[in-house]
């Protein structure tokens, strides 16, 4: 796909980075997938009473919250320690911010909990105070993305309950590698060049940060199958659009993701 229809489709979503012409924005109205299916999300658990414990393998089983409150996030432990940046309630794209949950460290009856914050550059991690998040929710997926296999799995427990080719970014544009996670989950509705749905993720693009969102990478549909499996994209992961329909139903928000 052409750099000016992949602009449409991040103005569209505001989020998600594909470089496609704004013209089309109009022609591509969203909507939010937060709360269709409340039924759907996993059960509130306590955080570990432990002074140190692994909230997330980032395999079978992940943990991950809400923000309460737009904390520091800090370096280390410590309110001393140096921010590294700062919770938000909203996505780039304006839907409930949600944040994955590594480790938690208790000292001094204050109790850490270790986040991954989603921004350029990807990888930085910070720690909040554990009051400054909701209650946890507890997640059993865990999607693969392989650039080298240009193939998706999506595991439940270790099992894996799909798989679909994948379209990448091509070498000068690339997907990037990492831990990631779903942040949310977007109907997008008007508009063929993008499929029927959207999910977005916590990774950055490493290059054209001035697209909407500052370059956040999204899964998606697209109106150009055949070039599924393949390098077509700016950095986005394309699905075809039976695929992406499947997943978006099977996935959750906060279910880590891996690029390799």
Known sequence: MGHARENSFHVALRAFTCGLAVALLSASPLVSAAGADSSAAPPNVGWPDASSATLSNLKTLSRWAYPQTAAAAHEHPSAR????GHLQFLTAD?????YLALRS???GGATWILVPLPGRPNGVTGWVPADALSEPHVTHEYLRV???LLRATLYDDGRVIWSAPIGVGRPSLPTPAGHFYVTDKIVAAGDPLYGPYAIGTSAYAPTLSEWP??????????DEPQFV???PSHGCVRLRNADITRLWQLIQVGSPIEIV
């Not at 320690?81 to 590294?84: E, F």
């Open 81 to 84: 320690s140096r921010v590294v």
């Open 94 to 98: 304006g839907q409930a911010q949600v």
């Open 105 to 107: 460290y208790s000292v």
């Open 146 to 148: 392989n650039r080298e």
């Open 213 to 222: 969102g500052g370059g956040v990478v999204g899964v998606h549909g697209t």
């Open 229 to 231: 499996p393949g390098h």
